[in-house]
Structures are given as C-alpha cells and as structure tokens.
C-alpha cells in the first residue's frame, strides 16, 4: 500500500540511510553520484538524511530520488517501496552513470526529465535572426504520472500563459498562433 502523504520524518530518513548505503556498494561518493545526476552534492546530502535544506522532510518522490535509485541499481519505484517498509527492488540492468548519459546527447537530468511523468504539451521558439541560424528554445510542459484532470487542467491554464509570452520572443515558432 502507498502512504504517500503519510511518510513520516523516521520513513524519509529511512531512505536516506539506504541511498547511502546504496551509492557505498557501488563504490560511488556523494559528490560522483551528484555529478552522474547532473545536480550539485547538496542535494544528494539533503536525500541521504532524510530533510530537504530547510530541515522539513520530504513531501513526495523526486525525479532525482528516482534517477538516484537507478544509479544505485535500484528500480525507479524502489524509493516508494523503501518508504512503505519495504526492501528497494534491484533493476534488471542496474545503470551506471555511463549508461545513463550515453541514453541521449542531452544533459543526464534532462533526460532522465523527459523520460519520467506525461508529456502535456511543447513549444519551439526559433531566436535565429539569420535564415541559416537555428538557434532555438524547447519547452517541454511536463506533468506527473498521476495527476488527477483537475491538476492537468489548472497546469495548463498556467502553461498557455506562460506559453504567450514565449510566442512574444522575436522570431518564429513552429506552432503560429492562428488569427
């Protein structure tokens, strides 16, 4: 059963004793785990002890708690099982670091980004100023898995905004708006 929401301080820091355990078997430190995750050590220590930086606990899974979990050869859902009591589950192929990055030529955490939660939506915004410039600007509008319709509906209302405002860069996007 998922408790999510339930966690308590002790469930959280639970996790955090086993990711460290987990990165000491596969001989990494904090700071080449951070490195193949493509964030800082700050937050792998702020995992390993159970509290984000401001000392509260966790609220839910990150995407980094997950990439971190395959890191460590663990499946991505291991972090939601070690929460609820149980033991991380190993991953068929455990990922090294290497593995990971060679998935994509795109930065570990942004693809290990894309590759999680539903994709709800994209813009491209070409900034070239010259015809044979394609300098441009992906956005990728990223929900969770589980995002209930109401959730899905109020991340759109605020993505169109946001979007709006994209299509005002000077240049072309490959959605024109339509008049």
Do not use: C
């Amino acid at each position: 059963m998922d408790r999510q929401g339930e966690w308590t301080l002790s469930d959280w820091e639970r996790l955090g004793r086993a990711f460290a355990a987990g990165r000491e078997d596969v001989g990494l430190t904090q700071v080449s785990a951070a490195r193949a995750l493509g964030v800082t050590r700050t937050p792998i220590q702020a995992i390993e002890r159970g509290r984000q930086s401001n000392g509260q606990p966790f609220s839910k899974v990150t995407q980094t708690m997950r990439g971190y979990a395959q890191l460590v050869g663990w499946t991505a859902d291991s972090p939601t099982l070690i929460l609820n009591g149980q033991e991380p589950k190993p991953a068929t192929q455990p990922g090294s670091a290497s593995e990971i990055d060679a998935r994509s030529d795109l930065p570990s955490a942004v693809d290990r980004e894309l590759r999680s939660g539903k994709t709800l939506d994209h813009a491209v915004v070409h900034l070239g100023t010259n015809e044979d410039d394609d300098t441009r600007l992906i956005v990728v509008l990223q929900g969770a898995e589980n995002m209930t319709e109401d959730e899905i509906d109020a991340a759109w209302q605020k993505w169109r905004q946001t979007r709006r405002r994209l299509q005002a860069i000077p240049g072309e996007t490959d959605n024109p708006q339509e008049s």
